[in-house]
């Protein structure tokens, strides 16, 4: 914590799971006063082995200045009519993904702050000097990451400590890019988890179908892996290392596997759509 930060009370929701478990190992090097609140015996056994309590949510809220919310998305909305109304007047809310602020399903007040908060995760192409850094993909461990940060509801001023609070969460940060609400989801669920996964997906398949017409495995694993850091660097950075007679394969391929108008899953109603299914998944 900086000079210029007061020590504040944070109530910290779904310590125990993956993204709760990086946030709660960050938090607890500040000074701040950190509620932690968990329902998930195996994830609670976890939290007391590290010789740290639990506070029930009754008690936790209206105590706090900030909430953090590292709950599953399909819960927050209905988590978020039982927290917001307890929370004190001028406290934060903060979201960790934007999909339900999007989808319109989160309590608000027009008394209290409402911030969304998303890791870019360590980048591909970032240089990495340790064995820790290089194994820490996801973030907040020991690789340094960019976050996207933006305002729901409320307060510039309550923002600006949000701002300084999720740089302490995801520790170590570089950028926090302020973006709108609308502009995250365009990121995730859209660029990511719509475009960019599938074609994860797609690519080990390829190499599942090559091992499955004869290629030996360790073969197919070595070439694959080093095509894929090859290409992404060429194409993720306008390289001239990719042959014409690839880009010619790269065209064909493109024909083949990807719809001409793929590009609608960026719009409104296609983003609106798969929210629904990730919100309430036993709906669909």
Not at 12 to 28: K, P, Q, R, Y
Not at 116 to 141: A, M, N, Q, R
Request: charged fraction near 25%; charge should be negative; include cysteine.
């Amino acid at each position: 914590m900086n000079r210029n930060q007061k020590k504040l009370t944070i109530t910290l929701m779904g310590a125990g799971g993956f993204a709760g478990s990086v946030i709660l190992n960050n938090l607890v090097k500040t000074d701040h006063n950190l509620l932690i609140c968990e329902i998930s015996p195996k994830a609670i056994e976890k939290i007391v082995q590290k010789r740290l309590s639990i506070t029930a949510m009754e008690e936790a809220v209206p105590e706090s200045d900030f909430i953090i919310m590292a709950v599953p998305d399909r819960l927050l909305g209905k988590i978020s009519h039982d927290v917001v109304p307890r929370m004190k007047s001028d406290s934060t809310f903060i979201l960790l993904d934007p999909a339900a602020a999007y989808a319109k399903e989160i309590a608000l007040r027009d008394d209290c702050t409402f911030v969304v908060i998303h890791p870019c995760h360590p980048s591909l192409f970032s240089e990495y000097t340790t064995k820790e850094e290089l194994s820490d993909k996801w973030g907040g461990v020991a690789a340094r990451q960019d976050l996207v940060i933006g305002l729901i509801h409320g307060t510039e001023k309550n923002f600006k400590i949000a701002e300084q609070l999720s740089r302490q969460m995801f520790s170590p940060v570089d950028k926090a890019h302020r973006v709108t609400v609308e502009q995250m989801v365009i990121l995730e669920p859209a660029m990511v988890e719509v475009v960019a996964h599938p074609a994860i997906f797609l690519m080990k398949e390829a190499m599942e179908e090559a091992i499955n017409r004869g290629v030996p495995e360790a073969v197919v694993r070595s070439f694959m892996l080093g095509h894929i850091n090859e290409a992404m660097w060429g194409i993720f950075n306008d390289d001239d290392t990719i042959s014409q007679a690839a880009f010619k394969a790269i065209d064909y391929g493109t024909e083949k596997i990807i719809k001409k108008d793929w590009k609608k899953v960026f719009d409104e109603k296609s983003i609106k759509e798969v929210l629904g299914i990730m919100l309430h998944p036993d709906e669909h």
